[in-house]
């Protein structure tokens, strides 16, 4: 399959899923934009809002840049060195976290500095490693491996941020303790390092290109019409989003009775949602399509955020960890198919190109959202008016418009078209029918788990019989979908040699 024993092609795959489950948390736990980074400068170094917008931007103007290093990279390495290079690079600058307690206000340049060496890598990483497993994993089997496969890292990725909380806070939120975070962060990713390295792809994934991709070929991407409508739509959405997101942890952690490890257990239930609803998703999108799933995710998504966001407050707040968990539902979905309708859209012999426009392009302009939000913050007064008793702060104006821009933009997105898409009105009657989408049930089900001790003893159990299974999963993952997709290849290869044999018989003989 794709030039590598069928042996060899299933140890990549389980390879594949063992170094997600190491290198994701360490991504959640350091990219600037994501609530634990977020609580480490504004619980532990005290920054403001407009230097969090600054920040939160880093990985995002990273992607808009990565091209130029990723062109460049690609005349000197294969695909597969890229990504190794990159998984180092990307890891090793947050053991410089250790020197801030000995360091004065040069600690802004410094971790500028970190977050802008470890992102740019990662950036770089994602779109070598999005090209290698495009190359690896057949069509036919993409959408339920990388489902399955997310499943598996989104449960470690939720112990590990759960831990990561409870421990920071267990030592009053310390620099020591947020630096021995990062460092056991960057040592995860290098084991991640080693499993990649270890898998086995095919001669276009490990042959080093020497000629450099050039400008009219990037140019050419944007005159696909199709693909630069799904380049629209995300960068739109992800500068709608970026407006607010990035200031979701700054107002928990200032405004709210929450400390860190409390920011951490929020984000932790948004992966449970996220790793509750994948058994869905992936299922819908085959159906449906990915454009389908997207656009209600998107719907599902903002609108929930929007009204649990504009009713917050010190006085409520216990919403939030229904919210959280619904966000993490729909993100999963939203995620998951963006990365496929992506992968789907992009001819084979373009992959490079078509991907490292895709993350250049959309990043561009959502870089501009978290320093927007930033100065929007600043110019409005703090309290913009009064609801429901409790004061209407810049944050409720700023995350509630943030919403209103999102849904607004998935017009751009309906607008795509998708050859395998269904309509969307289909979807949204099999939903109706699916207990994980009746909100009742689901926040009743929270609620149980979260408040009651009969609950909580309950996921305990379910926790440990999880970690137990998952421990096994991660080895047999990929088996049955392995044996699927040879058969499909099989059956693929032996009716395209019928119809050559029946083309030529039919083609009449020369002299006739």
């Not at 499993?195 to 050419?220: C, D, N």
């Not at 490292?356 to 959202?369: D, P, Y």
């Not at 309290?383 to 849904?407: D, I, K």
Request: hydrophobic share 50%.
């Amino acid at each position: 399959m794709n030039g590598i024993r069928k042996r060899d092609f299933l140890l990549s795959l389980k390879y594949a899923t063992i170094e997600a489950c190491f290198s994701v948390p360490m991504l959640n736990l350091t990219r600037s934009n994501l609530p634990f980074v977020i609580g480490f400068v504004t619980a532990v170094l005290h920054w403001d809002a407009g230097l969090v917008g600054w920040l939160a931007s880093v990985p995002l103007i990273c992607h808009v840049i990565q091209p130029l290093v990723t062109n460049w990279l690609q005349r000197y390495f294969s695909l597969r060195e890229i990504v190794l290079i990159n998984f180092a690079f990307n890891a090793l600058p947050w053991a410089f976290i250790s020197l801030f307690p000995f360091l004065g206000s040069e600690t802004v340049p410094l971790l500028f500095a970190i977050v802008f060496i470890s992102s740019l890598a990662d950036s770089v990483a994602a779109v070598a490693w999005s090209a290698s497993m495009s190359d690896l994993v057949p069509l036919s089997i993409r959408g339920r491996y990388f489902g399955d496969r997310n499943i598996i890292f989104a449960f470690w990725n939720l112990i590990v941020l759960l831990a990561a909380g409870q421990f920071v806070d267990h030592f009053n939120n310390t620099i020591y303790a947020f630096g021995a975070v990062f460092a056991t962060a960057a040592g995860a990713r290098m084991i991640g390092m080693y499993y990649f390295a270890i898998m086995k792809f095919p001669a276009s994934v490990t042959t080093r290109h020497a000629k450099l991709t050039k400008l009219s070929e990037y140019l050419s991407v944007l005159r696909d019409i199709n693909y630069l409508k799904l380049l629209l739509f995300i960068g739109i959405w992800g500068l709608c989003l970026n407006l607010a997101q990035p200031f979701y942890s700054v107002y928990v952690l200032q405004q709210l009775p929450y400390t860190v490890g409390d920011l951490t257990v929020l984000a932790t239930i948004a992966s449970l949602g996220g790793l509750l609803s994948l058994r869905t998703w992936g299922p819908l999108s085959d159906r449906f399509g990915n454009k389908p799933v997207m656009v209600a995710c998107s719907l599902l998504w903002a609108g929930t955020a929007a009204l649990s966001w504009l009713v917050v407050g010190p006085e409520r707040h216990a919403h939030l960890y229904v919210t959280y968990f619904i966000t993490g539902f729909m993100t999963s979905g939203f995620q998951l198919c963006q990365f496929n309708l992506m992968i789907n859209l992009v001819p084979a012999e373009k992959k490079a190109a078509y991907i490292s426009v895709f993350f250049a392009f959309s990043n561009l302009i959502t870089a501009f959202g978290p320093v927007m939000g930033g100065q929007i913050l600043s110019l409005l007064p703090e309290q913009v008016g009064t609801l429901m008793g409790g004061p209407l702060t810049n944050y409720h104006a700023l995350f509630v418009a943030s919403m209103v821009l999102c849904l607004l933009s998935v017009h751009v997105l309906q607008s795509l078209r998708e050859p395998t898409e269904r309509p969307l009105r289909e979807l949204v009657r099999v939903m109706r029918g699916m207990h994980e989408f009746n909100p009742v049930l689901g926040f009743a089900t929270l609620a149980e788990y979260m408040f009651t001790p009969r609950g909580i003893q309950r996921l305990v159990q379910s926790s440990v019989r999880t970690l137990r299974r998952q421990t096994n999963v991660v080895a047999d993952v990929g088996e049955d979908l392995v044996e699927g997709g040879i058969r499909a290849v099989k059956r693929r290869t032996r009716k395209e040699k019928e119809d050559a044999q029946r083309a030529a018989l039919k083609k009449p003989k020369d002299g006739q």
